[in-house]
């Protein structure tokens, strides 16, 4: 059983991004620069914007956070929003989810220059993924394909079962891994809440992605010997043993199913940093042009 | 077993059509208007411009045949289409495909206004499709779908296999089958010319739609009793027994399966004319600005 480093790899990653920055500046060409829009002052959201605002430190990218307070209108934070994009030094720009009921995150969304939006969740680009043209994969997707890549994981031919069908992860995963590509080729199966025989559809799976966020739902009896676990769900549950009262578990049970794996995810530490530094990679992807010219 | 007549549905669809049509007219409402845009003489492409032509006339819409020769300039084009966008009395704008090399077909479906692609190939209305959000959705999966609600096929919870992954067929269809909806909510697999247990993954499954293009490769080996079997392909393969010296055959070998199946598509007159009747019902939601506002 090999275990896939997540933070290893996004630490190797984070330390690619930025020697290119410095390459960059030597040549005196333009810094890459993100612009994060946050609105109110939801506790996770905070967290989540400051996370992002020190990664981009880190790789010496420029960052912009505009805070807007709860009650902007709609319309206001169109016109913030397509002020970003109007702006040629900022490559990249993220709005901080959820949006405060009164404002449509579809019409935010959907506001967001395509070439600009690092976060992958326009419509535009979700399309394009779909159909297998250049653009921005969404964070968790990403760093999935990334992993595989990283660990030259076989996925050619391969019985993958995706559970989970949600908007950023499940759908675009499933789509990816069935594509023509060096990480793709796979017989992806998407499995959800109406699935019925769950399973005996991960028991016949070569990888399973676990999407669904119900803490250790995979257990050993469910997968088969030598498969590849990768554990998306990260839930916090009561424990004894940890000093805070509390822990992180994944949507897979890791301790019995972890020995029967050829690779597996670990929760915390498998695919949480790498969706973090998917971000900065297609922040860097924008500033040079490489989706959209 | 029962067959699946699309061709009686689409004969149905159409005076329903026809109807609505009678109706805006009675109220002086504006007539639904598709335009087509053909370049150069390609034959099928001229079979199927004409045939959409046509279908408009039987319903009573509007439509426009643009023709331009096969050396026009992609950018002449793209100004020609923006013309179209313009034009409010437009409701539906089609560009015949292939476009000559000299062109880029991408460029030209994304120059399409989106609120008037009622091919439903622009990568907004995939993208929205995929995250179920209202979108033009392509005339096959659309003739699927829809043959699947008028015959009350259940979905929910049932194994559906998409063998083919086309960006118009394979892709779309196995995504609106997994998506949360009244015609959705299966366990969708989608296999390629990459899966290696296509035989068994097919025995397993409640539902078939075959969209490969090889002619007759699903037996009555791979189809479990009483399975749904939708036949997407045909191809026109050489036969002693008809007149003209062809026969049009679909992916499935039809005699020896039909006796297997709950419900059945023929090929011809199963999804083919579902096809042609989808691009009239998008043009028809277009008219009514239900996707777009």
Redesign the interface.
């Known amino acids: 059983m090999q275990l896939i480093d997540g933070k290893a790899i996004s630490d190797q990653i984070k330390v690619e991004i930025a020697r290119e920055v410095e390459q960059i500046k030597k040549n005196g060409g333009k810094i890459p620069h993100l612009a994060a829009i946050l609105v109110g002052n939801d506790g996770p959201s905070e967290t989540y914007v400051a996370h992002k605002v020190k990664d981009c430190e880190e790789v010496g990218f420029v960052s912009t956070l505009l805070r807007f307070d709860a009650s902007i209108s709609e319309e206001t934070l169109i016109n913030e929003i397509k002020k970003v994009n109007a702006n040629s030094d900022i490559d990249g720009l993220i709005v901080q989810l959820p949006v405060p009921k009164h404002i449509s995150e579809?019409k935010i969304i959907e506001t967001i220059d395509p070439a600009k939006d690092v976060d992958g969740f326009?419509?535009?680009?979700?399309?394009?993924?779909?159909?297998?043209?250049p653009?921005y994969i969404s964070a968790t997707p990403a760093g999935i394909v990334e992993l595989i890549r990283r660990y030259k994981i076989q996925t050619?031919?391969k019985?993958c079962v995706v559970i989970g069908?949600s908007?950023i992860v499940g759908?675009p995963i499933?789509?990816l891994l069935?594509?023509?590509s060096d990480f793709g080729?796979?017989?992806?199966?998407?499995?959800?809440s109406?699935?019925?025989?769950i399973e005996e559809?991960c028991r016949n799976a070569d990888i399973i992605i676990a999407a669904l966020g119900k803490p250790e739902f995979i257990t050993a009896s469910m997968v088969k010997d030598g498969a590849v676990v990768i554990d998306v769900g990260i839930t916090r549950i009561k424990s004894e043993k940890t000093k805070s009262g509390f822990k992180l578990v994944g949507d897979v049970k890791f301790d019995e199913v972890a020995p029967k794996c050829s690779f597996i995810t670990p929760v915390p530490g498998g695919v949480g940093p790498m969706t973090r530094v998917s971000l900065l990679q297609n922040t860097l992807l924008s500033a040079k042009k490489i989706i959209y010219q």
């Open positions: 579809a326009h419509p535009i680009n979700m399309g394009r993924m779909l159909i297998g043209l653009s050619s031919g019985n069908r908007n759908k499933s789509n069935a594509q023509k080729n796979a017989t992806v199966t998407m499995c959800h109406r699935t019925k025989n559809i």
